[in-house]
């Protein structure tokens, strides 16, 4: 089988990698078709896979996207017919896929439809099928979903796909200091307008909070400010999560690089105004309690009540001072005693989550059997733990 694989994100990469491994050793052939985004072809590169790209760049007008849509739609067609694709897998482009070349088309994704609204519209009306976690609400698009209990990041970071390295981190500094990460996202993808998140003066008095009980590093996607260049840090992508693993503490306004934290069993902190929005990102704060959740946007909100937590919402803690109450009260923790906490609070989300990877990898060996299968017996997807 010739499975096509789009990327239009670095963290699609992740999401996938093993899974693309998985097929290729059970024989199939694997392509994968890109968008330029950020470090998605340094990932790529050094991961040793191939690819074929279908965008260079675009502008952030309306009319730049919708031309930008445009012409990768016309280029995915040309790399389906190419490579004689059977299957595509990925978070958009359905249209080229379903409609003009008349392949299935699974959609993967983690967001609740409603918060990515411009995605959904693009996406899902010519998905064969929408598979995301358990937390997901995909409003109009029910009828074609298939939930597993788990989380994207789990494709990569569950036990069976990822071991922790110390020394992977003594390629950039000493562990054997705490540390921090922070994270700073650039916010200005379409679903960001209006958001929020980690500005100058937070920034500063989060490192003033933090300096005098460890090292710490800054990651970030947008420009930094003169004072803030001392903590940055480059690291190879493909290393970041074991210095993730190990971190004291996340911080930041990335949704993504938070539930990554979680998983590992490292407590976040996430400040930005998807906060109480997002149904993966909840669970992780408020059932396993991996991880913070707080609200740039000082105005009072409250969740919509969703039957996968037990206790009716609460108002979502808001507003700097919020954050910098919970990061004192975490620093404030023995070390050893936070870190055993965190790591027994992942291995509770563990025992009720599966391996993703494997998970997709039989959906898509599988389709449209599977399809059938998850329908008439959801417990199956616990064979894949």
């Known amino acids: 089988m010739n499975v096509g694989l789009f990327l239009g994100h670095p963290a699609h990469f992740h999401y996938l990698k093993n899974a693309a491994k998985h097929l290729q050793n059970d024989g199939h052939n694997v392509f994968f078709v890109i968008k330029h985004k950020d470090i998605l072809e340094t990932l790529l590169d050094d991961s040793g896979f191939s690819y074929t790209k279908i965008r260079e760049g675009r502008g952030n007008s309306k009319f730049a996207l919708a031309k930008s849509v445009i ?3 016309i280029n995915m067609v040309k790399f389906i017919k190419k490579n004689h694709i059977d299957i595509l897998i990925g978070s958009t482009l359905t249209f080229a896929a379903k409609i003009v070349c008349r392949i299935p088309v699974i959609v993967i994704g983690e967001d609740d439809a409603r918060v990515v609204p411009f995605y959904s519209k693009l996406a899902l009306p010519f998905a064969s099928a929408l598979v995301t976690p358990t937390t997901c609400k995909n409003w109009k698009w029910e009828n074609i979903s298939l939930k597993y209990p788990g989380y994207m990041e789990l494709g990569y970071l569950h036990p069976n796909n990822f071991t922790p390295n110390k020394k992977v981190v003594e390629k950039y500094f000493s562990s054997s200091k705490p540390y921090f990460i922070f994270r700073f996202a650039s916010l200005n993808a379409h679903h960001d307008n209006g958001i929020h998140g980690i500005d100058t003066d937070i920034a500063q008095h989060l490192i003033d909070i933090l300096s005098s009980h460890g090292d ?7 420009e930094l400010e003169p004072q803030f260049e001392q903590y940055r840090i480059k690291i190879n992508p493909l290393d970041m999560h074991h210095v993730m ?3 004291s503490l996340y911080i930041g306004d990335s949704q993504t690089m938070a539930a990554e934290a979680g998983v590992l069993g490292v407590p976040f902190v996430r400040f930005n105004d998807f906060v109480g929005r997002i149904g993966y990102l909840r669970e992780l ?3 396993y309690h991996l991880g913070y959740g707080i609200r740039a946007n000082t105005e009072p909100f409250i969740p919509e009540k969703v039957d996968w937590i037990d206790e009716e919402p609460k108002v979502q803690p808001c507003g ?3 954050m910098y109450k919970v ?3 975490l620093v404030a923790m023995d070390a050893d005693e936070r870190r055993k906490l965190y790591q027994e609070r992942r291995q509770k989300m563990l025992s009720e989550k599966i391996d993703y990877a494997k998970f997709l990898t039989w959906f898509i060996e599988n389709y449209p059997e599977s399809v059938k299968i998850m329908k008439e017996n959801p417990d199956y997807q616990y ?3």
Do not use: G, L, Q
Request: aromatic fraction near 12%; avoid cysteine.
């Open 71 to 73: 012409e990768m739609e």
């Open 216 to 222: 710490i590093y800054i990651t970030s996607e947008r």
């Open 245 to 247: 693993a190990f971190a």
């Open 285 to 287: 704060e408020d059932v």
């Open 320 to 322: 700097a001072e919020a």
């Open 327 to 329: 990061v004192k009260e």
């Open 383 to 385: 064979n894949f733990r």
